[in-house]
C-alpha cells in the first residue's frame, strides 16, 4: 500500500526560527511530490518536486527532494506568527490526478 | 474567480440521515475530486468525476457513498444512512484537465458532524 510519513506531528517554534518539516514516502509508481500549507480553509499549493536534488524557493519557503532515499524537506526561514498551519505532504503515486497524503505536520509559531 | 466552492461548511446530521455535499468547480474546470479527512488522518481519495462520468471510484467505500457531476450544477456527494464514523472533513478539488495534478485547487471542505 502507498504511504507517507511526515515529521514531526508537530512542532512549536518562536518568530525568528527556521523549521525543517521531513516526508518520506513509499509508492509504487512515483510521478511528482506536492507540499500544501492548510490553515483553517482549503489547503493551498506550495511545491511540486519531480527530480532529485533541485531545490524550488519561494520567500522564506523552500524545498528539496531525494528520489533515491524516497524523502523531501520544507525548510521555513525566519518564522512568522502566519505560518502557523498544517503543512501537507502528498505524492502522485503514478496517476497523474490522484493523491496519496501524508497526516500533516502542525506548525505554531509564537510571537 | 470564486474559487472552489463548496456547501455547507458546516453540517451536523443525526445516525441514519442522509448527507448531501455540493461542489461547484472553479469556472473552467471540468474534473472533480472528492477526499475525505477523518480526523488524525491524512486526506484520502474517494472518487474523481468529469462532467456525467465516475472516472475512478476506487476510494469510496461501496455501501451507502455514492457521488454524480450532472451536466448543469455542481458535484454532489451523498452519504445515506449516516454513522459516526462518517464523521470527518470532505474536500472537493477541481482542474481544468483530467492529468493536471499541478492544476489541483481545493475548496474549503465540508465539516461533517454525526450526532
Known amino acids: 500500500e502507498d504511504k507517507v510519513v511526515q515529521s514531526p506531528l508537530s512542532l512549536v517554534v518562536h518568530e525568528g526560527d527556521t523549521v525543517t518539516l521531513n516526508c518520506s514516502y513509499e509508492v509504487t509508481n512515483f510521478r511528482s511530490l506536492l507540499w500544501y500549507k492548510q490553515e483553517k480553509k482549503a489547503p493551498t499549493f506550495l511545491f511540486m518536486l519531480?527530480?532529485?536534488?533541485i531545490e524550488k524557493k519561494s520567500g522564506r519557503l523552500s524545498s528539496i527532494l531525494d528520489k533515491k532515499e524516497l524523502f523531501s524537506i520544507l525548510n521555513i526561514t525566519a518564522t512568522q506568527t502566519g505560518d502557523s498551519a498544517v503543512y501537507l505532504c502528498a505524492v502522485d503515486p503514478g496517476s497523474n490526478y490522484k493523491l496519496t497524503f501524508g497526516k500533516g505536520t502542525l506548525l505554531t509559531v509564537n510571537p | 474567480n470564486a474559487g472552489v466552492m463548496q456547501n455547507p461548511r458546516h453540517l451536523v446530521r443525526r445516525r441514519g440521515q442522509e448527507a448531501r455535499l455540493r461542489c461547484s468547480p472553479m469556472?473552467?474546470?471540468?474534473?472533480v475530486y472528492w477526499y475525505r479527512q477523518l480526523p488524525e488522518e491524512g486526506l484520502k481519495f474517494m472518487v474523481y468525476l468529469q462532467k456525467e462520468n465516475i472516472i475512478d471510484e476506487s476510494g469510496m467505500p461501496k455501501e451507502r457513498f455514492s457521488a454524480e457531476f450532472p451536466k448543469e450544477g455542481p458535484s454532489i456527494l451523498r452519504i445515506q444512512q449516516v454513522v459516526r464514523g462518517d464523521s470527518a472533513a470532505y474536500f472537493c478539488?477541481?482542474?481544468?484537465?483530467?492529468?493536471?495534478?499541478?492544476?489541483?485547487?481545493f475548496g474549503s471542505g465540508t465539516r461533517l458532524t454525526v450526532v
Open positions: 469556472k473552467g474546470h471540468s474534473h
Open positions: 519531480t527530480s532529485s536534488g
Open positions: 478539488a477541481s482542474s481544468p484537465r483530467g492529468n493536471d495534478i499541478y492544476g489541483y485547487t
